[in-house]
């Protein structure tokens, strides 16, 4: 009985001892299925970033803006095309590749350091025609024309150009003396630089322009030589405006004197005009006068008379007076000659009928 009940105990301990092992296995396949499931969600949510982050990658690289000094270049699949009007455009990302190229005029230095205006004095150290020493700083200005050969002719057109203006420049200091270099001939030496550069430029045929060169400062190496070439300009300049303010006299004096002379000429001419009306009157009168005459001499002179005496005496007065010495009347001797005359014509009308009759 003892043995039978050990049996029973053992096979209950061996019973519930496997069914606790069941349960730890069951436990551990649960929680194996429970990583799984975890690993699985983690898998799938890093997927969905990663699928998100890929879609806005490919939105946000397939719209760009193009502002109105640039133009952009857009190669599919090595084959460029140029786009120029700005706005929003669309590309295809990693099949369409995109660089931008400014339209606006840019440029460079030669001779210094244009962001901090330092002297370059292996750039700007030049030996002129007459083997003297110059100090010459330029700016350059240049803009693309072409943003395809820009990009693909050359690998730094930039730097072509740059090094084409250095080289024609130290050609071109070298065919001037110092005078010309530093004072007198700027003008002419950028014109020469520019239209080397730009020939140049035309054989290159690098998408990229010169618009402008220009010399920024140009002084010897010494002070003391700076000091008399500047001495020689501020005598140049003063020349110059002396010889403008001389000029200027004269453009202001010649017009005036011109204008004075004929002003002159004009009233001599009338003057002459009037001397000459007034004498060919006189003759006229003249000779009416003496048609006159010719006709009533007595009358005639009788009317010269009174006429002379009005012009020398204008305010004389005729006194008439009787033979016993009283005074009869006052007249003035326009009133006197005017009855004089009349009674002459009268007369002299009667003389010429009584003539006629006779």
């Known amino acids: 009985m003892e043995f039978q009940k050990k049996n029973q105990e053992q096979a209950f301990t061996d019973a519930q001892t496997g069914e606790d092992t069941a349960n730890q296995e069951n436990g551990q396949k649960a929680g194996r299925k429970r990583k799984k499931f975890q690993a699985g969600k983690a898998g799938r949510v890093a997927i969905g970033i990663l699928v998100a982050l890929a879609a806005v990658y490919l939105i946000g690289g397939s719209v760009y803006t193009l502002k109105e000094n640039e133009y952009a270049v857009v190669t599919t699949f090595g084959v460029p095309s140029i786009v120029g009007e700005p706005g929003i455009h669309v590309r295809i990302p990693v099949i369409q590749q995109m660089a931008r190229v400014p339209k606006t005029i840019n440029g460079f230095s030669v001779g210094y350091d244009k962001d901090t205006g330092e002297s370059i004095d292996s750039e700007s150290f030049m030996i002129t025609r007459d083997y003297n020493f110059v100090n010459v700083d330029f700016y350059a200005e240049y803009r693309v024309t072409d943003p395809m050969k820009y990009l693909y002719h050359s690998e730094d057109p930039v730097a072509i150009l740059k090094m084409l203006t250095q080289s024609y420049i130290r050609d071109t200091i070298g065919l001037y003396d110092v005078d010309s270099v530093i004072t007198t001939g700027k003008n002419e030496i950028q014109a020469s630089i520019k239209e080397k550069i730009m020939q140049r430029l035309d054989v290159e045929d690098i998408g990229i322009q010169l618009v ?59 003057q002459a005009q009037e001397r000459v009306n007034e004498a060919k009157g006189q003759v006229s009168r003249l000779n009416e006068l003496y048609e006159e005459y010719k006709k009533y001499p007595l009358i005639t002179k009788q009317r010269m008379f009174y006429e002379t005496m009005e012009d020398i005496l204008p305010d004389m007065k005729v006194i008439i007076t009787k033979s016993d010495g009283s005074t009869q009347t006052m007249l003035p001797l ?14 002299a009308q009667t003389g010429g009928t009584t003539d006629e009759k006779n």
């Open 212 to 270: 402008n060169i220009t010399i920024q400062d140009a002084e010897p190496p010494t002070t003391e030589v700076i000091d008399a070439f500047k001495n020689v300009e501020n005598a140049k300049q003063g020349k110059e405006t002396s010889i403008n303010k001389a000029n200027q006299k004269r453009n202001e004096d010649i017009p005036a004197a011109r204008a004075k002379v004929d002003e002159t000429l004009k009233n001599a001419n009338a």
């Open 334 to 347: 326009e009133s006197f000659a005017d009855i004089s005359v009349t009674d002459a014509n009268g007369a």
